[in-house]
């Protein structure tokens, strides 16, 4: 191919926790140490969020439907989620990595990117500076991280997958805890990788791939880019051929903000009512506002997304308006009746919620500013917020998401949270 790769004097590191959420449950639970351990919902629509290394031995893996880990592995012991503790640990993750370079770019809550080319004279080599994160983050929160060290984001994320303890059927094999890939042995560190390694590769494309005979980086890179455009299309064709010879100029970006907020459960059982639809929506609403809130974000777009029981039928509807809403009343407005024109009564098992295209809110009546003759929707917002911030989530809520005496709000943890749901997507 054309493509040729790019040289750079940097040293990025990928540090990524091990099994973060089974690891950090463990730490509350030592009893259950070398047992086969998942975190996630536990009903018969539940999915896992993670597993230890010894449930991986079984085939149990994350985004596996919790019934299905049961059958592989009967005697595993099932934890619910717990995010907000998790974020966190995860604020304390970012304490270590933040004591190595000002330049963090975190990607979720268990890994992030690093340059630390400016630290180099300071701390050492990217392969030293990362075995200092592993023993910092193991001597002081008692967590596992495995970090890859190359020249840019695309190898290091690959490296710290080598660098990763590895569940077999008999053993689980330790990793080496830190993987660089020289900048002399770039082609040949991925050359021979599969080819679904690479980003961009879902199932259809390995599937248009494996047509042509590739299995391997190596194979990609020696087929001839025409050939693979008309396979695969010219966009995606260019992308694997520069990935193919680890082409990435990406800049680790600290700064980089969240482009959607979101939300999304699955239910025990089926909803088939637009009046249990409008419910769960108002508190889906809810919670996806006051996250925009603690964030200072509004959105301009909005998404509803209805996945039915029926053959896991997956649609969603979207909206924009000119305004950044970060108000439930709000976006219910907009949203609602884009809901109600979706007929439930064939059973639906998800309803999601999200918010993209961010940005300033609109300016919101502060006290000082009210006509205390009027009642202003923007001093309840706060006074809502400050209630939750002292009280919890549980304090208060819309009155629609009563049932059976109690509210049940939509809260980080519960046992159908996975990892599709309650997620602020990058």
């Known amino acids: 191919m054309a493509a040729s790769p790019r040289t750079s004097p940097r040293t990025i590191?990928?540090?990524?926790?091990?099994?973060?959420?089974?690891?950090?449950?463990?730490?509350?639970?030592?009893?259950?140490?070398?047992?086969?351990?998942?975190?996630?919902?536990?009903?018969?629509?539940?999915?896992?969020?993670?597993?230890?290394?010894?449930?991986?031995?079984?085939?149990?893996?994350?985004?596996?439907?919790?019934?299905?880990a049961k059958r592989r592995c009967p005697h595993a012991v099932f934890l619910p989620g717990d995010h907000d503790h998790y974020g966190e640990v995860s604020r304390q993750v970012r304490e270590v990595f933040d004591r190595y370079t000002p330049l963090v770019e975190p990607l979720s809550l268990d890994e992030a990117f690093l340059d630390v080319t400016g630290?180099?004279?300071?701390?050492?080599?990217?392969?030293?500076?990362?075995?200092?994160?592993?023993?910092?983050i193991r001597d002081e929160l008692q967590l596992g991280c495995s970090v890859g060290v190359a020249t840019n984001k695309f190898?290091?994320?690959?490296?710290?997958?080598?660098?990763?303890?590895?569940a077999h059927r008999d053993r689980i094999e330790p990793g080496e805890g830190v993987t660089l890939v020289r900048p002399d042995a770039e082609q040949e560190f991925l050359d021979r990788l599969p080819v679904k390694r690479l980003w961009g590769v879902g199932p259809a494309t390995l599937e248009k791939l494996e047509r042509l005979g590739i299995a391997t980086v190596r194979d990609l890179r020696r087929i001839d880019l025409p050939v693979l455009s008309t396979a695969i299309g010219p966009n995606l064709a260019g992308h694997l051929a520069a990935l193919a010879v680890g082409a990435d100029d990406r800049e680790v970006d600290p700064d980089r903000e969240a482009k959607s907020i979101s939300h999304e459960e699955t239910y025990p059982l089926d909803k088939h009512t637009p009046r249990e639809m409008r419910r769960e929506l108002v508190r889906l609403a809810d919670a996806v506002a006051q996250r925009m809130r603690n964030q200072g974000?509004?959105?301009?777009?909005?998404?509803?997304?209805?996945?039915?029981?029926?053959?896991?039928?997956?649609?969603t509807r979207s909206?924009?308006?000119?305004?950044?809403?970060?108000?439930?009343?709000?976006?219910?407005?907009?949203?609602?009746?884009v809901l109600d024109?979706?007929?439930?009564?064939?059973?639906?098992?998800?309803?999601?919620?999200?918010?993209?295209?961010?940005g300033q809110p609109a300016a919101q009546l502060t006290f000082d500013d009210l006509d205390v003759s009027t009642p202003d929707v923007g001093a309840t917002t706060h006074?809502?917020?400050a209630i939750r911030q002292r009280f919890g989530d549980g304090a208060i809520g819309p009155a629609s998401a009563v049932s059976a005496g109690r509210l049940t709000t939509v809260r980080r943890g519960s046992q159908q949270w996975g990892p599709d749901e309650d997620?602020?997507?990058?």
Request: no cysteine; net charge positive; proline share 5%.
């Open 297 to 315: 974000v509004g959105a301009r777009t909005w998404q509803v997304k209805v996945r039915f029981a029926a053959g896991f039928t997956t649609i």
């Open 383 to 385: 006074a809502l917020a």
């Open 13 to 68: 590191l990928h540090a990524d926790m091990d099994a973060f959420f089974v690891s950090v449950e463990l730490r509350r639970h030592p009893e259950l140490v070398g047992r086969p351990v998942v975190v996630g919902g536990t009903g018969n629509r539940g999915v896992v969020a993670a597993a230890s290394y010894e449930a991986r031995r079984y085939g149990v893996h994350s985004a596996l439907p919790s019934a299905i």
């Open 423 to 426: 997620r602020t997507s990058r």
């Open 119 to 136: 630290s180099l004279k300071l701390f050492g080599d990217g392969v030293t500076i990362g075995h200092r994160i592993r023993d910092d």
């Open 341 to 358: 024109a979706v007929d439930p009564s064939p059973g639906v098992r998800l309803l999601g919620l999200s918010g993209s295209n961010l």
């Open 155 to 166: 190898l290091a994320k690959l490296a710290s997958v080598e660098a990763k303890p590895q």
């Open 319 to 337: 909206v924009t308006t000119g305004d950044h809403l970060d108000r439930a009343p709000d976006i219910l407005e907009l949203v609602g009746p």
